[in-house]
């Protein structure tokens, strides 16, 4: 094993939670921190805050891995006596890195969604609204049948053939081609002005389209042709495997009442605790869940059919008019509402773990850490006293 560098990790870390993939208003990726720094701790926090870098400190990090960004809104100063700059300053005077992974950790594989579902034992899970599938060509090409396995080697060393967890995937079948070089041509196969017929295999795999140009190169340099015959086909898009949230299965149907202690239970304790929305006896099987705010995904969640609904920071209104709704058709969804932090606090230990996973797989090693610190802005409740229903009034009667 070898010491990996900061620029390694960033590399492992935008590999699961492409920056692509995040919302156009966001802020991910490196905010500071020297790409040749040697990293050999890393610690998870949802928040970029003061306690957090304490904690970092105190511990020796290297980086500081965070949910929410530091710097989502410009900046027009960083210096020591703003908050956003006294903590930019200990960052780099304590050489120690900052990378944040927000809405493209949401919808990742492995990421926010997948960790709620997973903490509150949901299974069978598919994206609440998907994301679209990567847009895919397929490259159909004609060569010489002793060419063909050379051929497939090229395109899938150019990033054609990978279809899931395997490479190299083609498909190719034989036919017989015909051409008739000019007098300008320089046939590999064939005369000059002489009808040619070859036996050749018919290839066709599939590529990202944004690996087009590097995909035709390849091909031109290791076909044998002088002009080689083949098409590019642009696929029909899909809904992919990622995406905002995720709707699952409970392994047993239980109640509203129930499925609101499972959720209190699985997250971290918080001042809000948790609020739920529907009839406390109401059966509970199937659940959609997003981690943040998720208000704006009530149309989403009703088209889903789920029983109830978790997420964070729901707002009178839209809960309440969702609410009315659900009254005049089945009750569905109820709704669970939980703390903005708490929503998210279980990505940290996936993050990590797979951190660490792809890190040994590189050849280098991090050792991670997950941050138990509660960075939920409220601190306290206090619970409302019991309310008796008003007595009428006797006063000013005999």
């Given amino acids: 094993m070898t010491a990996a560098t900061l620029a390694d990790v960033v590399r492992l870390l935008e590999r699961r939670y492409p920056p692509a993939t995040a919302e156009s208003w966001d802020a991910v990726g490196l905010v500071t921190g020297d790409p040749s720094q040697p990293v050999a701790r890393v610690l998870f926090a949802v928040d970029p805050v003061a306690a957090v870098v304490d904690e970092a400190a105190a511990w020796g990090a290297d980086l500081v891995v965070t949910h929410h ?18 903590l930019l300053h200990r960052l780099v005077l304590g050489g120690i890195g900052l990378f944040t992974a927000h809405t493209n950790a949401d919808a990742a594989t492995g990421g926010v969604a997948d960790a709620l579902a997973d903490a509150l034992g ?3 899970t598919t994206p609440l609204e998907a994301a679209p599938a990567e847009p895919l060509d397929k490259h159909v090409v004609f060569v010489p049948v002793g060419a063909a396995e050379r051929l497939v080697d090229a395109l899938a060393t150019a990033g054609a053939g990978a279809i899931g967890e395997y490479t190299r995937c083609a498909w190719t079948s034989t036919g017989e081609g015909t051409f008739t070089p000019s007098e300008r041509a320089n046939p590999t196969i064939g005369s000059i002005g002489t009808a040619a017929r070859v036996v050749e295999a018919r290839v066709e795999m599939v590529a990202p389209r944004r690996l087009r140009p590097e995909i035709v190169a390849a091909l031109r340099a290791a076909h044998p042709y ?11 898009s899909w809904p992919g495997s990622t995406g905002i949230g995720r709707v699952g299965r409970l392994t047993a149907p239980t109640t509203l009442q129930q499925f609101a202690a499972v959720v209190a239970e699985a997250l971290p304790s918080t001042a809000q605790g948790i609020r739920f929305a529907g009839d406390p006896d109401g059966r509970v099987e199937r659940v959609a869940v997003v981690g943040g705010s998720g208000d704006s995904l009530f149309d989403a969640v009703r088209r889903s ?3 109830a609904y978790v997420t964070a920071d729901l707002r009178h209104h839209p809960a309440s008019e969702l609410r009315e709704r659900a009254a005049h058709e089945n009750g569905r969804p109820f709704l669970v509402d939980v703390a903005h932090f708490a929503s998210e606090w279980p990505w940290l230990a996936h993050a990590a773990r797979a951190l660490e996973h792809d890190a040994t797989a590189a050849g280098t090693t991090v050792e991670t850490r997950v941050s138990t610190l509660s960075t939920d802005p409220w601190t306290g409740r206090v619970a409302s006293p019991v309310q008796t229903a008003p007595h009428a009034s006797n006063e000013g009667h005999p």
Avoid: H, N, R, Y
């Fill in 305 to 307: 059919g789920v029983d």
């Fill in 69 to 86: 960004p530091l710097l989502l809104k410009p900046v027009q100063s960083i210096a020591a006596s703003t908050f956003k700059g006294a």
């Fill in 226 to 236: 002088e002009e080689p015959a083949f098409d590019v086909l642009e696929l029909a």
């Fill in 122 to 124: 949901l299974v069978e």
